[in-house]
Nanobody, 123 residues
Framework: QVQLVESGGGLVQPGGSLRLSCAAS????????MGWYRQAPGKHRELVAA???????YYADSVKGRFTISRDNAKNTVWMQMNSLKPEDTAAYLC?????????????????WGQGTQVTVSS
């Protein structure tokens, strides 16, 4: 059974830091793009950061300079270091793996999601 297991969320004061991790159960995900989305109550889900198997990076403008995404293909794990956290970063953060092509390797699907981890930034 395919699993994405997230950890690292919690409550932190403004200006603080957290590190999220997501461990994938399948070695095949080393060819997938790995990323983090977030969704706050009443808002659309948004892509926060992503990293390809080759190391190409994407960051949302709102987190550039504060968040850093990294991955270890041998461990099927992606991390996101979040520094200088702001109250507007409060959301459920979801790990995603996405196959960057029309046909993912069978029997796998194009996208998988973690269960989500809550990040709350508040004094």
């Amino acid at each position: 059974q395919v699993q994405l297991v997230e950890s690292g969320g919690g409550l932190v004061q403004p200006g603080g830091s957290l590190r999220l991790s997501c461990a994938a159960s399948e070695r095949v995900f080393e060819v997938y793009i790995m990323g983090w989305y977030r969704q706050a109550p009443g808002k659309h889900r948004e892509l926060v950061a992503a990293i390809s198997s080759g190391g190409t990076l994407y960051y949302a403008d709102s987190v550039k300079g504060r968040f850093t995404i990294s991955r270890d293909n041998a461990k099927n794990t992606v991390w996101m270091q979040m520094n200088s956290l702001k109250p507007e970063d409060t959301a459920a953060y979801l790990c995603n793996v996405h196959f960057p092509g029309p046909r993912p390797p069978p029997p796998y699907e194009s996208d998988y999601w973690g269960q989500g981890t809550q990040v709350t930034v508040s004094s």
